[in-house]
């Protein structure tokens, strides 16, 4: 078992990081995911291919540079540089809320048991756990908490108005 | 007061069990230090000098008499049988056993208490007027603001992993007794010309070692945008507040840099975005919870009342508590009491078990079984009626809280310093009670009239110092707690960052230059009435500095 959860359950990944494209020759079959400076570089000819395509955003990037291509996406990765640098916590909120988008959304990097209910609302789908978590133990964080009080990608209204 | 509901119960009882079962993982070594510390600190939970430090949520300084009873029993069974109230109105236990946090969180639950953002990376606890619901000079009770900002706050999912840790701070009146300008966010109920009520939005402000007082950054916000606003801005500094410098990290810092009008334009242009969303509050929302906060049931009483005039008349001590630790309530008959934890014998903001106990007890005898928490580390009864003052005095004289110094210059916040604190350079608290010792004089504080003394341990400013009429702060120099003098600052309407006057003085020196800065007002001043800050304003340091370094 590895150390990806998808929609709450282990899964196994089947997208290929990417990076280094110069031709679509060199590409390889299959899903494939590349940093947002190599989308941005050579989106026509990946746009071309006839595969699952995704990309891969630092949390300083800038979400408007994808926003028009969300309809041919079906993955976005984001980064946690660190568990205690929360940037993608609100570039996923404004992919889902704002831009509507409807694929996998990935969390890399420092990704812990006690940050996935937090990912979990803001619109992550999709785990890789950081190295030495525990894979069964972190499934639990989706359902260790269940009350919530303010409005997130999975709640439209707080507390207050969900019963009226 | 707010009565947690079957869910707010439950989200408690969720969180004592993820606590329990990090400080497992913890325990079992599943978790590395590094890695708990981002746990415990979200659940107030700090490793100081000598032990560990839970830091207790009072959301905006408002107790019943059971949860103090709670508080007590807190004290008693896992720590060295006392509290300490902070500036935020907070209580912190110094004592506490790894071990033994996830049960006092469980005790914590059973009354709706809980350590819940208390410090981290996250929206730390909202503060507000400890005279909320009663003040004479109130527009509108700042509470169910508070409370909506507490659960829109709490866990929330995009703002618990910020640059820094974000303090917001509410007031519904007239003077400001919450700080409000040296708040990450302060929010200020306000008129405008068509007279409706809204918000007086003041961002960046905040102590430490860059001290800023907050910038309005809207002068009227109506009150159903609240929520959406304050996510405006929380959005805007999650995503470019820097990270990449501890010091820097706060939001004053990006106010600063970006500059307050393009900061504005920032969170407008967010706040246009999400204004219509479902955090928009309707009025039935707001309407919901200040149901929480009516008005008890007050006697219908006179004003005034012969037996306390007789007893201001005969006994002097009491004549003198009433003069500085009463005020005057928004009902006939009611006064506010201020319970001053600055006498002598205890640290500043330091309670026993056995006198929040008794502090539990005189609240359901005396004032409608509630109790609040201030700022300036005191606690208020705030329903006591006129003629229950003296018999109220007594008692609270036997439990050594009623010192006649509320806003007086022995009324000092300090912070807990080199005692306790891991960050600290240098003591405070023997200085605060050397001076509260040397300037143990009724007649003498009272001639000084409204003057604050704050004292912090080191440049991160927990004491406050810089919003102090006299500042205090202790630094290291070469091996040596020295301690530098700033002058006119104020935590008020009137918010100012104190100035450093000169070179910083010895340990055994502080209270003789306190003494110096103290003679030169008395000999400045126009006339009795005219306050240290005022006269300092007036005349400016260098008088001031002759006297301290000639």
Redesign the interface.
């Known amino acids: 078992m590895g150390n990806y959860i998808k929609d709450r359950k282990p899964a196994d990944d089947e997208w290929m990081p990417f990076t280094g494209l110069e031709e679509a020759d060199s590409l390889p079959a299959g899903d494939i995911y590349v940093p947002l400076e190599e989308w941005v570089a050579a989106r026509g000819m990946l746009l071309g291919r006839n595969s699952r395509l995704g990309v891969s955003l630092k949390n300083t990037d800038d979400l408007t540079l994808i926003k028009d291509d969300l309809e041919r996406l079906d993955l976005i990765v984001l980064e946690f540089p660190k568990m205690a640098d929360g940037r993608a916590f609100t570039q996923a909120r404004l992919l889902r809320d704002r831009y509507g988008f409807k694929g996998e959304i990935r969390a890399t990097g420092d990704v812990l048991h006690d940050q996935l209910f937090y990912m979990q609302r803001c619109g992550f789908n999709a785990f890789e756990l950081r190295s030495g978590e525990d894979l069964t133990g972190s499934l639990k964080a989706f359902t260790e908490m269940t009350v919530t009080y303010q409005p997130a990608t999975d709640e439209e209204f707080p507390i207050w108005r969900r019963d009226t | 007061m707010y009565q947690y509901s079957e869910?707010?119960h439950?989200?408690l009882l969720?969180?004592v069990?993820?606590f329990r079962?990090?400080v497992q993982r913890r325990l079992k070594g599943?978790l590395s230090e590094d890695?708990f510390k981002?746990?415990r600190l979200r659940n107030g939970l700090y490793l100081q000098l000598h032990a560990y430090m839970l830091r207790v949520a009072i959301p905006y300084g408002l107790l019943s008499a059971e949860q103090m009873r709670t508080l007590a029993h807190i004290a008693r069974k896992y720590d060295k049988g006392y509290g300490h109230f902070s500036t935020r109105q907070n209580i912190q236990y110094n004592w506490p056993q790894l071990e033994d946090v996830p049960d006092i969180l469980d005790d914590l639950a059973a009354v709706e208490m809980h350590a819940i953002q208390t410090s981290g990376?996250c929206i730390r606890n909202t503060t507000s007027d400890p005279l909320a619901g009663v003040a004479r000079d109130e527009l509108e009770d700042p509470r169910p603001y508070c409370e909506l900002i507490r659960?829109?706050?709490?866990?929330?999912?995009?703002?618990?992993?910020?640059p820094r840790k974000f303090k917001i701070a509410v007031s519904g009146a007239i003077h400001d007794r919450a700080a409000v300008a040296v708040h990450d966010i302060g929010l200020r109920l306000v008129n405008n010309a068509e007279n409706e009520t809204g918000f007086e939005i003041y961002v960046g402000g905040g102590l430490g070692r860059t001290p800023m007082i907050g910038k309005l950054i809207r002068d009227f916000l109506p009150k159903e945008d609240m929520?959406t606003y304050l996510e405006a801005i929380l959005?805007v500094y999650?995503?470019l507040g820097r990270?990449d410098n501890l010091y820097k990290a706060r939001i004053k810092i990006l106010v600063h840099e970006t500059g307050e009008d393009e900061f504005r334009a920032l969170v407008e242009e967010e706040w246009q975005?999400i204004k219509a969303?479902?955090?928009h509050l309707?009025e039935?929302?707001i309407d919901?919870?200040k149901a929480f906060f009516v008005d008890p049931e007050y006697d219908d009483l006179p004003d005034t009342d012969r037996e306390f005039e007789n007893q201001i008349l005969s006994n002097p001590d009491f004549a003198r508590w009433a003069d500085k630790n009463i005020e005057l309530h928004k009902q006939s008959g009611y006064r506010v009491v201020y319970l001053s934890l600055k006498s002598a014998h205890q640290p500043p903001g330091d309670v026993t078990a056995d006198q929040m106990d008794a502090i539990a007890d005189l609240a359901d005898k005396y004032s409608l079984s509630q109790i609040r928490t201030t700022h300036r580390q005191n606690l208020v009864l705030s329903d006591v009626k006129l003629q229950d003052l003296h018999a109220l005095w007594l008692e609270l004289k036997k439990l050594d809280l009623a010192t006649p110094n509320y806003n007086h210059m022995t009324d000092i916040i300090s912070c807990p310093g080199l005692d306790f604190c891991a960050l600290a350079t240098a003591r405070s608290i023997p200085i605060s009670q050397e001076i509260t010792n040397r300037f143990d004089d009724y007649d003498f504080v009272n001639d000084l009239g409204d003057l604050s003394i704050n004292i912090s341990g080191c440049i991160n400013a927990c004491g406050h110092h810089h919003v102090a009429n006299i500042g205090i702060l202790g630094v290291n120099k070469k091996g040596t707690e020295v301690y530098q003098l700033t002058l006119g600052g104020s935590a008020r309407e009137d918010a100012s960052i104190g100035k450093i006057i000169g070179p910083a003085f010895e340990a055994d020196q502080i209270v003789d230059a306190v003494s110096d800065v103290l003679t030169v007002y008395l000999d400045k001043r126009e006339d009795p009435e005219e306050t240290f800050l005022t006269t300092y304003r007036r005349i400016g340091q260098p008088p001031f500095k002759e006297k301290l370094y000639g």
């Open positions: 869910q707010d439950q989200l969720e969180r069990e993820q079962g990090q599943q890695e981002q746990q990376n659960q829109w706050s709490t866990f929330h999912p995009e703002f618990n992993f910020l929520l959005r999650n995503q990270r975005k969303t479902g955090l309707r039935q929302d919901r919870i």
